[in-house]
């Protein structure tokens, strides 16, 4: 970490999903991430990764930027990195996925949560890791790793599902699809998961006017997100925690408020491809909430739809995906080729919000690319529309309405 200030030389644009030079002139590596504002600066933290074409496997770290204008981006490197000690949970060859931080005004300290795989067991774990820091640049401690809300009920578990079932025990042999199934609901993977902890994959953080700091994830199998409330320091779950969107499948999640209400984005379930968004809104975040579909509503500015062929699809290296239509889309139906990872605040600027997406290149994900877009507020609904390239005036006549 250098003690240089934050980048803040001559805006320039936001292009859509095209390399993003940094202050070295090296290509911003912070993917599935999230921003968050701190004393007059935005800090970007995401998963950092080697290039796929070295001898180096692809391996993920958290790297974090700094920037006064959101355009231009200081490198502050990587704040939490995999360790050699293959004891620990973070080694070498463990997945660190969707990394984002809060800070906690009355400990003063940054915590970072993550969807942690660990090494060797694909996707299985799903667990949340939680770090901490004095700075936002870090260093971060890595403290542990858990299954969210063991030995908790959530607000609106129902007495069938107390009650759990007969079969858990069987439960705990079988294997599940990370996507869409029928066989899933006929499990009770709470009651599973009851004692060892709610599984934990794509995820994000959120803290409220008051304080209070939440944990949504995508959990029983992919299925089903929770909303879990952080204790008062933000390095643990407080036990309180609802289900939401059951058996949705929802990934992706990404939460902001806006004129007293909840709004919540978040894409299906297809792994790296993209799939048309989702949206919903709610009055209490806790719920009811109300699902409002698909918020991206053009597609590209000349008003075509961007398609690939199925062969340039494999180029991509995107895997092919069962529920996908052949005739493969990047327009709005498909999140201009992205996926979510942040609803993003503009400071100074009421009701102006930057939804923020992961363009996915699975072969290589370090040049995965972003899109950035304008949120527009409704009265009872958000939109993201198309523009290209983004430049921040944008956000004073687009984002303010409704
Ligand atoms: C996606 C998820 C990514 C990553 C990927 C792995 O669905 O959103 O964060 O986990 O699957 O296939």
């Known amino acids: 970490m250098t003690e240089e200030p934050p980048a803040t030389h001559t805006r320039s644009p936001i292009f859509q999903d095209r390399p993003w030079p940094d202050n070295n002139g090296v290509p911003i590596n912070a993917h599935g991430g999230g921003v968050m504002f701190h004393r007059g600066v935005y800090y970007w933290f995401g998963e950092s990764y080697r290039d796929a074409n070295s001898t180096e496997p692809q391996a993920t770290g958290v790297r974090c930027y700094s920037s006064t204008d959101l355009c231009n981006w200081?490198?502050?490197g990587i704040v939490l990195a995999?360790?050699?000690?293959?004891?620990?949970?973070?080694?070498?060859?463990?997945?660190?996925?969707?990394?984002?931080v809060i800070y906690n005004a009355t400990t003063r300290k940054f915590a970072l949560w993550f969807h942690l795989e660990l090494n060797g067991e694909g996707y299985k774990a799903a667990r949340s890791g939680v770090a901490?820091?004095?700075r936002p640049t870090g260093p971060y401690v890595y403290l542990r790793s858990e299954r969210p809300d063991a030995g908790t009920w959530p607000i609106n578990a129902t007495e069938a599902q107390k009650a759990?079932?007969?079969e858990v025990e069987a439960l705990k042999g079988m294997s599940f699809s990370g996507g869409p199934s029928p066989e899933t609901p006929k499990h009770n993977l709470l009651a599973r998961d009851f004692h060892g902890g709610q599984m934990a994959r794509d995820m994000n953080l959120f803290v409220d006017d008051d304080g209070k700091a939440y944990?949504?994830?995508?959990?029983?199998?992919?299925?089903?997100?929770?909303?879990?409330?952080?204790s008062d320091d933000y390095l643990s779950h407080s036990g309180e925690w609802v289900r939401l969107f059951e058996y949705k499948w929802n990934e992706a999640p990404a939460l902001c408020k806006h004129k007293g209400r909840y709004w919540m984005i978040s894409s299906g379930c297809t792994g790296w491809a993209p799939n048309p968004a989702r949206s919903a809104v709610a009055d209490s975040i806790w719920g009811p909430w109300k699902e409002l579909g698909n918020p991206c509503i053009e597609d590209a500015p000349t008003g075509e739809t961007l398609k690939l062929t199925p062969s340039q699809w494999k180029e991509l290296g995107y895997p092919s995906v069962g529920g996908i239509p052949r005739k493969y889309t990047l327009g709005a139906d498909h999140t201009f080729g992205g996926q979510s990872t942040c609803l993003l605040p503009i400071d100074g600027k009421p009701g102006a919000f930057i939804a923020m997406f992961d363009v996915w290149r699975p072969t290589n994900l370090m040049t995965s690319g972003y899109v950035w877009l304008p949120v527009v507020f409704g009265r009872d609904r958000f939109t993201v529309t198309w523009s290209d390239p983004l430049h921040p005036s944008l956000l004073d006549g687009r984002a303010t309405c409704g």
Do not use: M, Q, W, Y
């Open 164 to 166: 759990g079932p007969k």
């Open 132 to 134: 901490v820091a004095d």
């Open 74 to 76: 200081k490198d502050e």
């Open 215 to 230: 944990h949504l994830f995508a959990s029983e199998e992919n299925s089903t997100l929770h909303l879990s409330r952080l």
């Open 82 to 100: 995999r360790v050699k000690d293959p004891r620990s949970e973070i080694t070498e060859g463990c997945v660190i996925e969707r990394p984002k």
